[in-house]
């Protein structure tokens, strides 16, 4: 007799779907086991428990494991996000006590310290009697020395010293009148004589300053004010020329001011200030010393060069040493505990606090900012092709901040069926002024950087 089978005679049909009845419960058990991954389930014998209470039970043990593993992955995530938060609280409490302690040096002399911004470059003599402003937005150079009253007539009497007789200031500058005026005796209050005999001891440090300044490096090689100064000749001024372009065309147009002013060490000074002019196209001579950098980051990234030059002229007007409240640092204006450390994650997939003096190395703020700035791109919008929506989308989110372009734009607005002059007109309506005008400014500034990015 045929398995399975009466004992009427089975034809083929009927003998398969009976041998198939016999051996399906087997099956089903181990295709359970397989589904599930909780092991083999043996078919019920008479008397035994439910095999699907026990797989439940399986199932919910790996269950309650899985959800041990998540919690402590979410409690690993919390602890290394509190560390974080407390190196952050420790880096930033070392700048401020740097920053405090060297505001105090500064104020003993000045009424009061500057800082560095985004658009100028300060820095003091290591005296603190000297100080210089680089304006890189409107391209100007202003050095102050102060010089206590007391060294004013060091001779010994009202005269103006040897080499305040024997150096000339160009004739109808501000220097001349004074000298004009003191060189005759008597002629005017003893203010006059005192304002001039300040000025060899102003003039020095007013040398020295500069001298510092065209000595300073944005990276290796390159010092930052390279061929943005000419002198009346045109001759470009550089660590070699910087002496003679000083004594000859910068100090003579030194201004004293006309009064002294009463440190709060007590001290009666003078200031004294000279300014230079930079080239009319200052700005893009500095782009160019980041030919090395932008470009290749760009490719890197998928990202137009002009685009990331835009930005950085924008963001700093390309002063490496720039530095904002939020705090920001370096040319591409990172935020260390935000786009910094975003990108520094992705490209080195290690979560880590950056401080200043990383970010403003340009070779190191430059590529955290490109990648960053593709961060934005992909996660925002990885599927609208490339082109000016997506720049323009782009420039909104390195401003505005991405979490504000995708609620307040993209859930709101499908992008994809505008142009790009719909896109650009809809970023006009919904963000505020300030990323209005900065969405403009980038737009408008890229085509500045053509030359430059021509292959």
């Not at 290749?296 to 030059?309: C, I, N, S, T, V």
């Not at 002063?319 to 786009?339: D, E, F, I």
């Not at 606090?353 to 960053?372: F, H, K, Q, R, T």
Request: one cysteine or more; proline letters at 7%.
């Amino acid at each position: 007799m045929e398995i399975g089978c009466s004992s009427s005679p089975c034809g083929p049909s009927k003998r398969r779907l009976t041998m198939w009845r016999t051996i399906r419960l087997p099956v089903v058990f181990w295709l359970m086991a397989e589904m599930t991954g909780l092991g083999p389930v043996m078919p019920l014998a008479a008397g035994a428990a439910d095999p699907f209470e026990e797989i439940n039970k399986r199932f919910q043990q790996r269950q309650q494991e899985g959800d041990e593993a998540l919690r402590d992955i979410h409690e690993q995530y919390r602890a290394k996000r509190a560390a974080m938060e407390a190196q952050w609280k420790q880096k930033e409490q070392e700048i401020e006590a740097r920053w405090q302690q060297t505001k105090r040096e500064i104020e003993r002399k000045w009424d009061h310290a500057l800082q560095s911004t985004s658009k100028d470059w300060v820095d003091y003599s290591p005296t603190k009697d000297a100080r210089s402003i680089v304006d890189f937005e409107n391209g100007m150079v202003e050095v102050t020395a102060l010089v206590p009253v007391a060294q004013a007539g060091a001779s010994g009497n009202d005269e103006p010293s040897a080499l305040a007789r024997t150096w000339m200031p160009q004739r109808g500058s501000e220097a001349a009148r004074i000298f004009r005026v003191a060189l005759v005796p008597d002629s005017e209050p003893p203010w006059e004589k005192t304002m001039v005999a300040v000025l060899p001891a102003a003039w020095i440090e007013i040398a020295h300053q500069i001298e510092q300044l065209f000595s300073r490096e944005a990276k290796p090689g390159r010092p930052i004010l390279s061929n943005q100064v000419m002198t009346r000749a045109g001759a470009p001024v550089n660590q070699q020329t910087v002496k003679a372009f000083v004594e000859q065309e910068v100090l003579p147009t030194a201004v004293v001011a006309d009064k002294p002013v009463e440190s709060r060490d007590g001290v009666n000074r003078v200031m004294v200030t000279a300014k230079i002019k930079m080239t009319p196209d200052h700005v893009k001579k500095r782009a160019q010393h980041y030919l090395d950098l932008v470009p290749p980051h760009a490719k890197r990234h998928g990202l137009d060069p002009r685009l990331l030059f835009a930005l950085i002229h924008t963001e700093s007007f390309f002063n490496p040493r720039a530095q904002s409240p939020a705090p920001a640092y370096g040319l591409m204006q990172l935020v260390p505990r935000a786009a910094a450390r975003d990108a520094y994650n992705f490209l080195y997939k290690d979560d880590k606090v950056l401080d200043d003096v990383y970010l403003l190395d340009p070779s190191n703020n430059i590529e955290l900012g490109a990648a960053y700035l593709h961060l934005l791109r992909k996660q925002l919008f990885a599927d609208l092709e490339d082109g000016e929506k997506k720049n323009y989308l782009s420039i909104c989110a390195y401003n505005w901040g991405p979490t504000n372009v995708r609620n307040k734009v993209l859930k709101q607005v499908r992008v994809h069926d505008l142009t790009e002059s719909q896109v650009f007109a809809l970023l006009d309506q919904r963000t505020p002024e300030e990323t209005r005008i900065y969405l403009k400014k980038v737009k408008d500034r890229m085509s500045l950087y053509d030359d430059l990015t021509e292959s």
